[in-house]
């Protein structure tokens, strides 16, 4: 399958890095240098530098040998300018991120197959929604003041300490770890390995600050 995704901010990049693991064809469309510089590096996929709203970059990524459009900016006008453009292209599946619920409904009625509102952006989920959309569940938690976050533990201050050292917090729980087997419940006394595969349930406000702490600072998986 060939994938291409529009965005490399932190929910763009999360999802392809999840894509590829699962050996999907990626591409990825941004219009910041320093986050195409970014993905170059960190991800084996194909970093196009460009405006997914032009025709000629969609072109440029094969947009006609797509099997899913992925528009992940947090910029609503041009997540849907460019599935109305992609369209064209009759891509099979197109879903949108929209970060501003009043605008869902515009999305819906251009046809997008998938519209995802911000607290439901969480990269795994969207990679179920893409790879098994059978049993993706997109759940809102508390209207937006909570999402689910899928990461890789990068601190090295966390290696080979329990989880109950770190969870749960006021602000976020680890719900889930990804081992050889699978997903896992956490136990307190599991313990954490480096680049290890968690989903934590966090309040909105405390992302960024969850993210430093289990990723010293990296933005995506």
Same mark, same amino acid.
């Given at each position: ?120 952006? +969480? ?86 600050? +969850? ?11």
């Amino acid at each position: 399958m060939y994938i291409i995704i529009m965005g490399g901010g932190r929910v763009g990049l999360s999802l392809a890095d999840l894509l590829i693991n699962d050996g999907y064809d990626i591409t990825i469309i941004e219009s910041r240098e320093e986050l195409c510089n970014k993905a170059s590096v960190e991800l084996d996929a194909m970093v196009i530098c460009g405006n997914g709203t032009d025709t000629k970059i969609l072109e440029e990524a094969n947009i006609d040998e797509a099997d899913v459009f992925v528009a992940s900016t947090g910029n609503d006008e041009a997540n849907l300018l460019s599935c109305v453009l992609v369209k064209e292209y009759d891509v099979p599946k197109i879903i949108a991120r929209v970060s501003n619920t009043d605008h869902e409904e515009a999305f819906k009625k251009v046809g997008i197959d998938e519209v995802i509102s911000p607290e439901r952006t +969480a990269a795994g989920f969207l990679e179920k929604l893409i790879t098994r959309p059978h049993v993706a569940d997109l759940t809102a938690f508390g209207e937006g003041e909570a999402e689910i976050l899928d990461m890789k533990i990068r601190n090295q201050k966390m290696f080979g300490r329990p989880i109950s050292d770190f969870s749960p917090t006021k602000d976020y729980i680890i719900i889930a770890r990804y081992g050889p087997n699978g997903l896992e419940i956490p136990r307190p006394d599991d313990i954490l390995g480096n680049g290890e595969r968690i989903s934590i349930l966090v309040k909105t406000k405390a992302i960024e600050k +969850a993210e430093k702490r289990f990723m010293g600072g990296r933005r995506f998986l």
